[in-house]
């Protein structure tokens, strides 16, 4: 397999964003993300091979596609509300790399199952990656078992021995850490089983796979978005940043705030306004510590937050102070809200990743052991493993943010390497 050579990124360390911020952050926006299930925390069977398991949506991996008007090839379909939005030429590149990447034929591990424990049903991101791993599911045949603690902490630990209790091959954990899983994670490594988490980074476990995001790149990618945002429109703005931050819930986020002092202290003339997001009373919080920010400072440059349902409720606040929005609104981690609110202007950007893709490469790694063996990588550096310049965050704005819909995914077409990639080893229908 190849390596990325110049293009190589940073190392991530063993960093992580506790479970209560993504609890906290997805509870909010619970309303826009919908469910698909009853929110229990029963263990959903699903066996792909059955007739009555309901199939994800296809995505069409055809390289002769060309964008349409909204930026969405042709057949594209989306998956838990993203849709992938690259055009005609990545997804010919995705094709091209993974035929180069595959290795030689060989035949498919058969009798597999997936597990895969939810942060909730209800969480845009948890979405994803179920979506993914139905996706992979129903190409290899393999049987899928899902476990929703739907945001209750209590419900992790059984989760993860319900879970553990099927038997699985291979498990996906969505921004869980291992220690409230209890002895679950243990059971299925015991068994064999290979673990992979997956949203946000983790604490550290011998059993698990950790491909979960620090919050440093992303935040590097906002903030640069930003600073050219403030030049362009707004550039007579008093140069001060208001951030709402989360810093004592989790490395992560800790990472994302130290980050942007960083970037601000670097940045000429600009001052940071920082305020620690009151978690039991976010909402309210996020809308009194705006008004109050705006009404102290009319001429802001900026407001910033890493907490998705934040970011509308600022962009609300800013509008109804500012008829003509000067001060720059941007976030991380797109939600329903906050894309309707890119669409409309009241957001400048939005910096994202594609969540699902995570899943795609724990498959990838996971048979590549099972059929050559080949050891698995345990953290955030196995994106570099792959001639793609995968999990690098990207800002959605106005001009790409699509015109209606799903929300978009930029980047390599992952779907359509991996798929091209396991047609070429296992034989495996890329269609």
Not at 51 to 80: D, M, N
Not at 344 to 360: F, M, R
Request: charged share 20%.
């Amino acid at each position: 397999m190849k390596r990325l050579g110049e293009d190589a990124r940073r190392p991530f360390g063993p960093l992580r964003l506790l479970a209560l911020l993504s609890l906290v952050l997805a509870a909010f926006v619970v309303a826009g993300c919908g469910s698909d299930d009853d929110s229990s925390s029963d263990t959903t069977s699903a066996s792909t091979a059955a007739a009555t398991t309901e199939a994800p949506e296809e995505t069409s991996t055809e390289s002769s596609a060309t964008p349409t008007s909204s930026g969405v090839q042709p057949g594209r379909k989306a998956q838990a509300g993203y849709v992938y939005a690259g055009t005609a030429e990545d997804t010919a590149a995705a094709k091209e790399a993974g035929e180069a990447d595959a290795g030689d034929p060989v035949d498919p591990p058969k009798g597999k199952k997936i597990g895969v424990i939810q942060l909730s049903g209800q969480s845009a991101t948890s979405k994803s990656i179920v979506a993914a791993a139905q996706e992979i599911s129903k190409m290899f045949g393999y049987d899928i078992e899902v476990c929703d603690p739907n945001f209750d902490a209590q419900k992790v630990p059984q989760c993860a021995t319900s879970i553990a209790a099927q038997n699985p091959d291979v498990v996906f954990s969505v921004s869980q850490n291992p220690g409230p899983m209890g002895s679950g994670v243990k059971q299925v490594a015991d068994k064999g089983g290979i673990w992979f988490g997956t949203g946000s980074q983790a604490d550290p476990s011998p059993y698990i796979n950790d491909y979960g995001i620090d919050g440093i790149a992303l935040s590097e990618t906002l903030d640069q978005f930003m600073f050219e945002q403030i030049e362009k429109n707004n550039p007579d703005g008093d140069k001060n940043v208001f951030a709402i931050t989360a810093p004592t819930v989790g490395i992560a986020s800790k990472n994302s705030g130290e980050q942007l002092k960083k970037d601000v202290g670097d940045a000429e003339g600009y001052k940071l306004i920082d305020h620690n997001l009151d978690l039991a009373n976010a909402v309210q919080d996020t809308l009194n510590t705006t008004r109050q920010t705006l009404e102290q400072n009319p001429n802001l440059s900026a407001v910033w937050t890493l907490c998705d349902f934040c970011v509308p409720l600022m962009a609300q606040t800013v509008k109804s102070k500012q008829a003509d929005r000067k001060t720059v609104v941007v976030g991380q981690f797109s939600s329903p809200e906050s894309i309707a609110d890119v669409r409309k202007g009241n957001v400048d950007g939005i910096a994202d990743y594609a969540w699902a893709l995570p899943v795609w490469v724990g498959m990838d790694q996971a048979l590549q052991k099972w059929t050559r063996d080949e050891e698995v990588v345990k953290d955030f550096s196995v994106f570099e493993s792959y001639s793609l310049p995968f999990m690098e965050p990207y800002v959605i704005t106005k001009d790409n943010a699509l015109e209606s819909g799903a929300a978009p995914v930029y980047g390599p077409d992952y779907e359509t390497y991996f798929k091209t990639k396991w047609a070429k080893e296992y034989g495996i229908s890329a269609e």
